[in-house]
Each structure stands twice: as structure tokens, then as C-alpha cells.
């Protein structure tokens, strides 16, 4: 939600103007100083008559010096090249991103005193209908979740808030009526957090029947280990396993049948195992 963060989204680095803009000012102060100690050495180089030459040769030579590090400091601190332009059969370039992206986050500001769901809820219902970004409307409901986890009300994870949408009408979701849009969206977040608890519990229940494959087993076995690793990746691969658990592929193959999992591919060449 932050500005790097939004700049990262869309594909741009944040801030990289200004600092090209700051590093070209400091670079033009050096280069100032420079070209005054370059003078100060040149003309205030205390000679006789017959050692000017020598003095001259000296004088010269810094400057060269002087000259060759500010170019190697302007090549440094050289702004990127500008990204190419964009396709006109593609993006309507009348579109102004920045303005549509400042308005919403106006919107998004508005509702820092309300509830977290609510503050959500109107952060994608304005995303719908401003549409900051031509090529990213499904980005909305991200930032959305994003909203629901800055300020607490998910912590531990990010709201899938798409599977939710799943079970609101489109014509709610896209009615004319903003109210009526705002109350779909309310409805599609409880519906994420419904479904989110339905998974957890298929996952609680998975771990709890693979922990009972422990029994009888020695303190040393690498089971528990493989069960905290399929339970926190959708799906597993032989290397996967052996990287983890530090055994060689092999291995990993005998602990895989022991705890009989599921696979998923039906691949001789690469096979992969889930939990659900």
C-alpha cells in the first residue's frame, strides 16, 4: 500500500527520478568545488620561472583526473532509460494512471477511522470505479487484502478475497447502485473468510491423521518434518523433500510411501505429492 509498493505492482521503480534529480545536483556541487581547487592548483601553484612548465604539466593532469571522475560519477548516476512508449492498440493514452491512482488512495485515506472490512469493501468498490490501471483490475481486490492485513484484521496471512467473489453475483458485484456494490463486496469478504476457515480445517484435520502415522516411531525419524513440509506447500517433489530434509532422493521416496500421500501428477520423470 505504500508508494514503493504500488510502483513495484505496476511494473516501476518509486523514487528513482528524484534521487537521479538529487545525485545530478550533488554531482554538479562536486564538480563546482572541483573545478575550483582545479583553478586554485593552476594558477596559485607557487613555481619559479624555470619549473612553470613541470607546474603546467601537473596542473593538467589533475584536471584530467578531475574531468574523468565526474563523467565515471555521471555514468553511475545516470537515470534509467525511459520505458518504451506504450501501445497505442493496446492502451488508451489519454488514460491518466497517475491521477486515477492519487484520487483512489484519496479514497483509501478517507477511511482510516472505519472498520477494517468496511475501509476494504470501499477500497475495491472505488478501485471498480475509477480503474487507476487499464491492464490490472484483478490488483483491486489484492490491495484490498493488503488493506484488511496493514491494519490488523488479518495477520497472519493474505485474504484470498477473489474466492469469496466466487459466490456473489456478478450483477450484485456490478450493479448500477453503489450501495448495492458496497454490500456484494461486504458479502464476498465474509464468504472468503468462511471459505478460508473451511480449508483450514481440511488442512487441521489432514496434519492430524498424518501426525498418527508417528506412532512407534524413533525420536530420530525425518516424518515429522516431511509432515510440516507438506502441510505448508500445495505440492512436494522428491527433490523438494531431500533439499529440506537434507537426505538424498531416494529417501525422500521411501519417506513419501510411508506416509502414503497423494500424488498429483502421475509422472514417472517428475512427481509431485500433496496432503488434499
Same mark, same amino acid.
Given at each position: 500500500m505504500s508508494d514503493a509498493g504500488l510502483a513495484t505492482l505496476r511494473g516501476r521503480n518509486a523514487g528513482d527520478e528524484g534521487l537521479a534529480r538529487k545525485a545530478g545536483h550533488d554531482l554538479d556541487l562536486a564538480s563546482a568545488d572541483e573545478d575550483e581547487e582545479d583553478t586554485m592548483n593552476a594558477d596559485g601553484f607557487d613555481a619559479t620561472a624555470g619549473d612553470q612548465a613541470l607546474a603546467d604539466a601537473f596542473a593538467a593532469a589533475d584536471a %584530467?583526473? =578531475?574531468?574523468?571522475?565526474?563523467?565515471?560519477? @555521471?555514468?553511475?548516476?545516470? *537515470?534509467?532509460?525511459? /520505458? #518504451?512508449? &506504450? $501501445?497505442?492498440?493496446?492502451?488508451?493514452?489519454?488514460?491518466?494512471?497517475?491521477?486515477?491512482?492519487?484520487?483512489?488512495r484519496r479514497?483509501?485515506?478517507?477511511?482510516?477511522?472505519?472498520?477494517?472490512?468496511?475501509?476494504?469493501?470501499?477500497?475495491?468498490?472505488?478501485?471498480?470505479?475509477?480503474?487507476?490501471?487499464?491492464?490490472?483490475?484483478?490488483?483491486?481486490?489484492?490491495?484490498?487484502a493488503a488493506l484488511l492485513r496493514e491494519r490488523g484484521k %488479518?495477520? =497472519?496471512?493474505?485474504?484470498?478475497?477473489?474466492? @469469496?467473489?466466487?459466490?456473489? *453475483?456478478?450483477?450484485? /458485484? #456490478?450493479? &448500477? $447502485?453503489?450501495?448495492?456494490?458496497?454490500?456484494?463486496?461486504?458479502?464476498?469478504?465474509?464468504?472468503?473468510?468462511?471459505?478460508?476457515?473451511?480449508?483450514?480445517?481440511?488442512?487441521?484435520?489432514?496434519r492430524s491423521l498424518l501426525l498418527r502415522k508417528l506412532a512407534g516411531r524413533r525420536s530420530t525419524s525425518r516424518l515429522p518434518e516431511l509432515i510440516e513440509l507438506v502441510i505448508s506447500r500445495p505440492l512436494v517433489s522428491a527433490g523438494m523433500i531431500a533439499e529440506a530434509l537434507a537426505v538424498t532422493p531416494r529417501a525422500a521416496l521411501n519417506l513419501v510411501a510411508e506416509l502414503d500421500l497423494r500424488e498429483t501428477t502421475g509422472r514417472g520423470r517428475f512427481r509431485a505429492w500433496s496432503v488434499l
Open positions: %584530467a583526473i =578531475a574531468r574523468s571522475s565526474r563523467a565515471l560519477a @555521471g555514468e553511475a548516476s545516470r *537515470p534509467p532509460p525511459p /520505458r #518504451r512508449d &506504450r $501501445d497505442p492498440l493496446v492502451y488508451d493514452l489519454d488514460w491518466d494512471e497517475e491521477a486515477r491512482l492519487t484520487e483512489w479514497v483509501v485515506d478517507r477511511t482510516r477511522d472505519l472498520p477494517p472490512t468496511l475501509a476494504a469493501a470501499i477500497a475495491h468498490t472505488a478501485w471498480g470505479a475509477i480503474e487507476p490501471l487499464q491492464r490490472a483490475p484483478g490488483l483491486g481486490r489484492l490491495l484490498a %488479518a495477520r =497472519a496471512h493474505l485474504p484470498c478475497l477473489a474466492e @469469496g467473489a466466487k459466490a456473489v *453475483p456478478r450483477e450484485r /458485484r #456490478r450493479h &448500477r $447502485d453503489a450501495s448495492v456494490r458496497l454490500i456484494a463486496e461486504l458479502d464476498a469478504i465474509t464468504a472468503a473468510a468462511e471459505e478460508g476457515m473451511r480449508q483450514h480445517d481440511r488442512w487441521f484435520t489432514a
